[in-house]
């Protein structure tokens, strides 16, 4: 059974797109809530306003190429939750308007992507599957990580959207 890129990557970027979404909600509600756009988990890694950002852009330099088409620049970090809550939903709004048919021939395109200050050049599965998709789970993770380091009560649940423990009081 093959799986084709597009399935591999525009439903997943979208439904985890959504959880970045809830991250954003539940961050605002803590009480702390304005230090933790500057919060880090170690001092030489991205700030959660970055992590964020990151999450926010890396579906569409996965998923433009993929499908044959330019990346647009991100612009400079957001420094607010309302300007984070609107990249992820753009976001999410460009992934959701691509047609499944632009992936024709995706696993055929060798795809370049900077990683840092590396040039990554793959073919089209290699690229999603070994490199962008971890990428997107790393900054994704490491802000959850952030926020539960600092105290926001968050769950499996608001990672993933399918788990659901009993919360436990600290």
């Known amino acids: 059974m093959t799986v084709a890129l597009y399935d591999a990557s525009v439903p997943v970027f979208l439904r985890y797109l959504g959880q970045l979404a809830q991250l954003l909600r539940l961050a605002q509600r803590h009480?702390?809530?304005?230090?933790?756009?500057?919060?880090?988990?170690?001092?030489?890694?991205?700030?959660?306003?970055?992590?964020?950002?990151?999450?926010?852009?890396?579906?569409?330099?996965?998923?433009?190429?993929?499908?044959?088409?330019?990346?647009?620049?991100?612009?400079?970090?957001?420094?607010?939750?309302?300007?984070?809550?609107?990249?992820?939903?753009?976001?999410?709004?460009a992934l959701a308007l691509l047609p499944r048919s632009d992936f024709d021939g995706a696993d055929q395109r060798v795809i370049e992507s900077r990683a840092g200050e590396a040039l990554v050049s793959l073919p089209g599965?290699?690229?999603?599957?070994?490199?962008?998709?971890?990428?997107?789970?790393?900054?994704?993770?490491?802000?959850?990580?952030?926020?539960?380091h600092h105290g926001v009560a968050l769950g499996k649940e608001d990672f993933d959207g399918w788990h659901v423990y009993p919360r436990v009081s600290a």
């Open 31 to 93: 009480d702390n809530a304005a230090s933790l756009l500057d919060a880090r988990l170690a001092p030489d890694m991205h700030s959660f306003a970055s992590q964020v950002a990151i999450a926010a852009s890396f579906p569409l330099r996965v998923c433009l190429p993929l499908a044959g088409r330019a990346v647009p620049s991100d612009g400079p970090t957001p420094a607010s939750f309302e300007v984070l809550h609107e990249r992820v939903a753009q976001a999410a709004a």
């Open 125 to 148: 599965p290699a690229f999603l599957f070994q490199y962008a998709l971890p990428n997107f789970f790393f900054h994704l993770t490491a802000a959850y990580a952030i926020l539960r």
